[in-house]
DNA sequence: CCTGGAGTTGTCCTA
DNA sequence: TTAGGACAACTCCAG
């Protein structure tokens, strides 16, 4: 039997791993993992998603190691060079891996696969980390989607794709080990303890990842339609980091959610299938839009009149100290826990690109170094979505008003006492406005603004008009 | 080609 | 208190 190489890269699974499937049926398996942050140009992993690799690898390496095989860590500076070397030092008569729909990275791997035919290995990737592919989903005229609904219908109707595989039985160990470094050696942990609280919040790993969603489909799932908008509450699933770096499939998640709801899924299935859908559709668009997370899908947007002074209002956002609490919540939430609740995502988001005018690309890159789940399609997709440029843009004037969100989908305030405590003494009818609060009630609950919590940096409706004024600007 | 319905997540004002 | 309409116009997509 001869030698293949498995190269992992955001498919830290051995479930449901078509590329190691087939290596384990056909050769001895060497799995490796390369690190190259310059393979990814700007989009090399932020501080929290090198936190969840390290931390993703070790758990891969443990499960490798309890199936007598072993995870061959290499650190690159030129990914091409250094895998077509591996397979020639070991030998290896093919290489296998799933792909990834990252423009540059879609790119290197067709070098790669040339390359390494060239040299006479059999080279073959296959299709994992998406439920369709992206050239799949076709329009009847033969093109590709930029709405979502018409995308998601298609999609749905398509016949159910090849059956899933458990993790393989056996892996065959080869001869001899190449030699790598160590996943520490990789220096992916932040130095500043700012991850100190991740722990409390994640499992990074295929176990931690199966576990996760043993907990939604049982606690969770019933309810999902209205709970996931309220981010006081665990209401949402909390698989995306565990989606993004591959530790779950979403096929697989896609079927046991189909299993549960039955032939007829009520409106909490629904509900989440469809976000799983939403994952699928910003995979789509970059694939077929590679300068989405750098240009504006609406070329109109190139002259977007932003504000002046866009750094300060960029740093009290990134701090937590805008002033109006629900934000101020969720970006602390970020900075605590490497997560944010959708619901409070669109809020920042909106109250950053709409009310202060800082550009979505600002707060893209703040996102994609802090969240654990960040993920070049859907943080940009949702970035250009929240401003207003994106593929199936949302009318212009749909602009939230961060007081009024904050009163909907947390109206006892619960969120805001949790990550702002230095709120905990309003009352709920206050307590998402304390700029507006009467004096008494402020010194009742020993606040005083400008002192032990900011003053707003905007105020909502002010900016608001002028948004709509910005928008008017760059419209025919 | 033309036609017509529809488009994740909203806010504010008025009756 | 609450329900309904205005807020524009455009692009996408199926037929």
Request: net charge neutral.
């Amino acid at each position: 039997m001869g030698t293949a190489l498995v190269w992992f890269r955001r498919d830290l699974r051995l479930a449901d791993n078509p590329a190691l499937a087939t290596a384990a049926a056909r050769h001895c398996c060497i799995p490796v993992f390369i690190h190259n942050p310059m393979d990814e140009g700007n989009w090399a992993p932020g501080g929290a998603g090198r936190w969840w690799l390290h931390h993703s690898l070790q758990a891969l390496a443990r499960d490798l190691e309890r199936r007598g095989s072993r995870l061959t860590v290499l650190h690159a500076s030129d990914t091409i060079a250094c895998l077509c070397r591996l397979a020639l030092d070991t030998g290896a008569e093919a290489v296998y891996w799933n792909r990834l729909y990252d423009p540059l990275l879609v790119l290197r791997d067709r070098e790669i696969k040339s390359r390494l035919r060239q040299q006479g290995v059999h080279a073959e990737s296959f299709a994992a980390s998406l439920l369709r592919e992206p050239w799949e989903v076709r329009r009847q005229d033969g093109g590709h989607y930029r709405t979502f609904t018409p995308f998601w219908r298609t999609l749905q109707t398509l016949p159910p794709t090849a059956a899933r595989s458990g993790p393989p039985d056996e892996l065959t160990a080869p001869h001899a080990w190449p030699s790598g470094t160590t996943i520490p050696d990789l220096d992916l942990l932040p130095r500043t303890g700012w991850d100190r609280g991740f722990h409390d919040h994640w499992r990074p790993g295929e176990a931690g990842a199966a576990a996760q969603l043993v907990t939604f489909l049982k606690h969770r799932l019933v309810g999902y339609h209205d709970h996931r908008d309220r981010p006081a509450l665990a209401g949402t699933s909390r698989l995306s980091p565990h989606l993004h770096w591959g530790e779950i499939s979403p096929r697989r998640i896609h079927d046991q959610v189909t299993d549960l709801a039955g032939s007829h899924p009520g409106e909490d299935a629904t509900a989440f299938l469809t976000e799983l859908g939403w994952r699928e559709f910003a995979h789509h668009l970059l694939y077929h839009f590679p300068e989405m997370p750098e240009t504006p899908l609406d070329r109109r947007f190139r002259r977007f009149p932003w504000a002046r002074d866009a750094d300060t209002a960029l740093r009290a956002w990134q701090r937590g100290a805008t002033g109006i609490p629900i934000v101020d919540a969720g970006m602390r939430e970020l900075r605590a826990t490497g997560w944010m609740h959708n619901r409070t995502r669109m809020i920042a988001g909106s109250l950053l690109t709409k009310n202060l005018r800082v550009s979505w690309q600002q707060g893209e890159a703040w996102f994609w170094d802090t969240l654990v789940d960040a993920d070049l399609a859907s943080n940009s997709m949702g970035w250009q979505w929240i401003q207003g440029c994106g593929a199936d843009a949302a009318p212009y004037f749909r602009i939230f008003n961060p007081i009024r969100q904050g009163e909907r989908f947390d109206a006892d305030g619960e969120y805001v006492r949790r990550w702002v405590p230095e709120l905990a003494g309003l009352p709920a009818a206050h307590i998402h406005s304390p700029g507006t609060a009467p004096a008494a009630i402020l010194d009742a609950a020993g606040i005083r603004l400008g002192r032990d919590y900011p003053r707003p940096v905007v105020d909502p409706a002010v900016s608001r008009r002028e948004a709509l004024a910005a928008y008017d600007q760059i419209r025919h």
